[in-house]
């Protein structure tokens, strides 16, 4: 009877043991996260789905699962379709994903590479409203060669660089912010002001996409920053004449008393984004 009841309170305290292990490491672990919030994501798949003509033509639509594997750097590599209406619909639902940028799972702080999975709707109602919304079906200033290496280059290492695209010949970029940047009601009830800079990623499609606040002032105020920044137009950084993703960072400047001011500037950290 002894020795029955030591193996009985062995076994609980193994099972006790396993246990706090177990919670320990579910509470110490963060599951990788989408560069830039929800809405963010979505807008990114507004902007950069290009749904295949076959397959808009022939009304093809559904939702392809895709499972992915996140590296330490945010990036995502080991691509599979779990499931697919079609196999065109596929292909593109694995060009989106290589495309789009991560914050990695972190293990006790630190990054780890995980798998994780995404749903890609595809319907071709809302893919021609999409297409009525941002301006194009195909980006306009993708020529015959493409980058097919999805990186993300600096500022500095792409010539020319960014610059924003109005199709008003008298518009800039100070008219620009003057005419779409709302000061935020709460930021003026509580007297906020300062400086919101946003990094972002300029895609080959003249949008931007993949935003990081690095400085912020709250109030409304980074959103608003970045809502102006979402309305912009890009013309894409090229290298070798080849339209590339550039990495580029932006400081917005609100002011009570002042006209608020924009600044874009490159940054060339040699870090992984």
């Known amino acids: 009877m002894h020795a029955k009841m030591i193996i009985r309170i062995a076994a609980l305290l193994s099972y006790i043991i396993i246990f706090m292990l177990n919670s320990s490491t579910s509470q110490n672990f963060e599951e990788a996260r989408y560069v830039g919030t929800k809405q963010d994501f979505k807008d990114f798949l507004c902007n950069e789905m290009i749904y295949p003509e076959e397959a808009l033509n022939n009304h093809i639509q559904g939702t392809v699962k895709v499972s992915f594997v996140v590296d330490k750097s945010g990036k995502t590599k ?4 779990k499931n697919s209406a079609d196999p065109l619909l596929a292909d593109e639902a694995k060009r989106l994903v290589r495309l789009m940028l991560w914050e990695p799972a972190t293990q006790y702080g630190l990054p780890v590479s995980s798998r994780h999975e995404v749903k890609i709707a595809f319907r071709h109602k809302k893919y021609k409203r999409d297409c009525d919304h941002r301006g194009y079906q195909k980006p306009a200033f993708a020529g015959e060669n493409q980058d097919t290496s999805f990186r993300v280059y600096s500022y500095g290492q792409v010539y020319p660089t960014p610059v924003p695209f109005f199709k008003d010949e008298n518009m800039n970029l100070s008219k620009f912010i003057q005419k779409n940047l709302s000061y935020p009601e709460l930021a003026m009830q509580q007297s906020i002001k ?8 300029v895609e080959t499609s003249g ?9 912020g002032i709250g109030g409304g105020c980074n959103e608003e920053a970045k809502k102006i920044i979402k309305l912009m137009r890009w013309e894409p950084g090229k290298l070798d004449s080849i339209p590339v993703r550039t990495r580029m960072s932006m400081e917005i400047r609100f002011n009570l008393n002042e006209s608020s001011d924009i600044n874009y500037f490159h940054n060339d950290q040699n870090r992984s984004f």
């Open 194 to 201: 300062g400086n919101v800079r946003i990094e972002f990623v």
């Open 207 to 215: 949008k931007a996409s993949h935003f990081r606040i690095i400085e």
């Open 78 to 81: 080991d691509i599979n379709v």
